[in-house]
């Protein structure tokens, strides 16, 4: 069964980050233009890819966020159960114990019956 706790997704996406802005970097400083068009493209850039790393934040926050509320509704259902589990345990044990006391008395009572008519 594979794993997957976020932390594949947020590498993936800051490596996808980081070759983006270096492949930009790259084209923009190899491009035929002058360098002050060349720093306003770098410019730009960087507000598109800072608006699409925001994006890509929020879109991971709100992920982790369903995915613990869907950890604690399982954590709470456990716990339920396991408070069911434990009383019908408690309710059997409680049964078993009496019915020990039960069968002890009878087999203490039988002996009870038993001295008189031995000792005659």
Known sequence: ????DGGDVGAFFAGFLVGGLVGAAVA??????SGEDTREQIR???IELQGK???TLTEAR???????????????????????????GQKQLAE?????????????????KEEPAEAA
């Open 28 to 33: 923009l400083i190899l491009a035929p233009q």
């Open 44 to 46: 730009q850039r960087g």
């Open 1 to 4: 069964m594979s794993r997957n």
């Open 62 to 88: 709100s992920k982790a966020e369903a995915v613990a509320a869907d950890i604690k509704r399982r954590a709470e259902e456990v716990q339920v159960q396991s408070k069911i589990i434990l009383e019908e």
């Open 96 to 112: 078993a114990v009496e019915h020990t006391k039960k069968a002890a008395s009878a087999a203490v009572g039988g002996q009870e």
């Open 53 to 55: 790393a925001e994006e």
